[in-house]
């Protein structure tokens, strides 16, 4: 026993062992001197002899430095919260990768001087919704209404209908969010129904001083400074994650707008999912030139939705209101970093991003890729076949809407190796089936995907 001990290499030993020298390159030297520890330990338990510690080591090693990995999404769930929403075009992952090092995010080049950050976002965002007078980009859309809230309203009243008290996820409630920005919360209507004279009792105490036909920020408008009255914005928030039916009423943007402005608040809209257009895919989802076009005069929206772009708040809205938010000091704390920023403008002037593709993608084309899955499995010996099923948009908006998929079916028990394996697939569970769903999987990862099974397969070959 005590021979075996003293043959366990020392640390030192190991660490200069040429493949642990390489991984602390990479992964830094912490993390190989943990492997190497626990593969010593190993040796020390008598589980491993002592010649087999730095193959030991070395397997133990993770991959990458950062602890996230890269997941196959085959639950049909397009945007998907717990898996980081919209997957990045290899355009938008080409572009923060040239942004990681040093970049001129704040300096042109041309002329030596400091330069607007994230010029190229901006006008990225601007060409993509021209109809927008200013553009803004913050660190999510929470991070907008926050913004929009503390430079609007901040100790004054912000009407928002009862139909809309919305809990964006993880526990976070619109209400509570405008309330941290110390505006106060002024519901109006009921859950179900809410028409423009609820609205119009909330505004009547705000002094319509205003010409009605100046709301667009000209000198000497509302919109440069607090306007007297108590209430600082109206807001109109999408409820993206539900919908209700029935005996319901709602006051469209185009309604609240004319009111709005009569009264000099300006009316910020929060479309969510961030459709800057409109889809015919999704015809009930809102969008951001629409709500523009009907009067809204701020706009904010997910980057990282149905727009298919890194994590960001996207504000649209008339020049003297964006300023405002942006001279605020709080806009500094909401300011996104440059990796943000390049993968934004990729996505906005790059190839369709892979929500796009997903969202869009020919159930035709999806059959004919689970079919060749099938063969490839059955041939394997696993038990596949393929199963129409429906594909959801996720959190990323457009409740209710599902779009025909197709499926690789597999047993049930086939999700948790699945999901324990490298790399971890995540299958949905229904109807006492595994299901792959082939919308949500890039078809360039079909392989991928075939191994992870073929795997999962081999590794429990009595129940496949
Ligand atoms: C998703 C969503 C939010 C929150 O956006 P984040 O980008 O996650 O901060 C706010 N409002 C609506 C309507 C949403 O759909």
Same mark, same amino acid.
Not at 24 to 31: I, P, S, W
Not at 323 to 331: C, D, E, I, K, V
Not at 341 to 349: I, K, N, P, Y
């Given at each position: 026993m005590d021979s075996r001990r003293r043959r366990i290499p020392r640390t030192d030993s190991l660490l200069v062992e040429?493949? !642990?020298?390489?991984?602390?390159?990479?992964?830094?030297?912490?993390?190989?001197?943990?492997?190497?520890?626990? #593969?010593?330990?190993?040796a020390r338990q008598g589980e491993i002899t002592?010649?087999?510690?730095?193959?030991?080591?070395? %397997?133990?090693?993770?991959?990458?430095? #950062?602890?996230?990995?890269?997941?196959?999404?085959?639950?049909?769930?397009?945007?998907?919260?717990? !898996?980081?929403?919209?997957?990045?075009?290899?355009?938008?992952?080409d572009a923060l990768a040239a942004a990681a090092g040093t970049t001129d995010v704040e300096l042109d080049l041309a002329t030596g001087r400091r330069g607007r950050r994230g010029e190229g976002a901006a006008q990225a965002?601007?060409?993509?919704?021209?109809?927008?007078?200013?553009?803004?980009?913050?660190?999510?859309?929470?991070?907008?209404?926050?913004?929009?809230?503390?430079?609007?309203?901040?100790?004054?009243d912000v009407v928002l209908s009862r139909g809309e008290l919305v809990e964006i996820g993880d526990g976070f409630r619109i209400p509570d969010l405008l309330a941290s920005t110390g505006a106060r919360l002024r519901e109006v209507g009921t859950t179900n129904r809410t028409a423009l004279a609820d609205y119009a009792a909330a505004l009547d105490d705000t002094p319509s001083d205003t010409p009605s036909d100046t709301p667009n920020g000209a000198p000497g408008s509302i919109f440069d400074g607090a306007p007297a009255g108590s209430v600082g914005a109206v807001l109109k928030v999408h409820p993206s994650n539900f919908v209700i039916s029935g005996f319901t009423a709602?006051?469209?943007?185009?309604?609240?707008?004319?009111?709005?402005?009569?009264? %000099?608040?300006?009316?910020?809209?929060?479309?969510?999912?961030?459709?800057?257009?409109?889809?015919?895919? !999704?015809?009930?989802?809102?969008?951001? %030139?629409?709500?523009?076009?009907?009067?809204?005069?701020?706009?904010?929206?997910?980057?990282?939705k149905l727009?298919?772009?890194?994590?960001?708040?996207?504000?649209?809205?008339?020049? #003297?209101?964006?300023?405002?938010?942006?001279?605020?000091?709080?806009?500094?704390?909401?300011?996104?970093?440059?990796?943000?920023?390049?993968?934004?403008?990729?996505?906005?002037?790059?190839?369709?991003?892979?929500?796009? @593709?997903?969202?869009?993608?020919?159930?035709?084309?999806?059959?004919? @890729?689970? /079919?060749?899955?099938?063969?490839?499995?059955?041939?394997? /010996?696993c038990t596949a076949e393929v199963a129409e099923c429906e594909s959801a948009v996720g959190g990323g908006g457009a409740p209710g809407v599902t779009l025909p998929s197709v499926a690789v079916s597999l047993p049930t028990w086939y999700a948790e190796p699945l999901r324990l394996g490298e790399p971890p697939v995540l299958a949905r569970v229904e109807r006492d089936r595994t299901l792959l769903d082939l919308r949500t999987v890039e078809p360039a990862s079909d392989q991928l995907l075939a191994d992870a099974v073929r795997r999962a397969g081999d590794a429990h070959p009595g129940r496949r």
């Open positions: 040429p493949r !642990l020298a390489a991984a602390a390159d990479r992964l830094g030297r912490a993390t190989v001197k943990a492997a190497v520890v626990a #593969a010593q330990g190993q002592p010649e087999a510690v730095a193959d030991a080591a070395v %397997a133990a090693l993770p991959a990458h430095a #950062a602890t996230l990995r890269p997941v196959l999404n085959a639950t049909g769930v397009i945007v998907h919260t717990n !898996l980081g929403r919209a997957p990045l075009s290899a355009a938008a992952v965002l601007a060409a993509a919704v021209p109809t927008a007078e200013a553009v803004h980009v913050v660190n999510n859309n929470a991070a907008a209404l926050v913004l929009a809230a503390t430079t609007l309203a901040q100790g004054r709602a006051v469209a943007v185009a309604e609240l707008a004319p009111l709005c402005a009569r009264h %000099a608040v300006p009316l910020v809209v929060d479309v969510g999912s961030g459709l800057l257009a409109p889809d015919p895919l !999704l015809p009930a989802e809102p969008d951001v %030139a629409t709500a523009l076009a009907h009067g809204a005069d701020l706009v904010c929206a997910s980057g990282d727009l298919g772009g890194p994590q960001c708040g996207l504000l649209f809205g008339r020049a #003297a209101l964006v300023t405002r938010l942006r001279r605020h000091p709080l806009a500094r704390a909401l300011r996104v970093d440059k990796l943000t920023l390049a993968a934004l403008e990729a996505t906005l002037r790059g190839p369709e991003p892979p929500v796009r @593709r997903m969202l869009t993608a020919d159930v035709a084309v999806l059959r004919a @890729r689970a /079919g060749r899955l099938v063969d490839e499995l059955c041939a394997a /010996g």
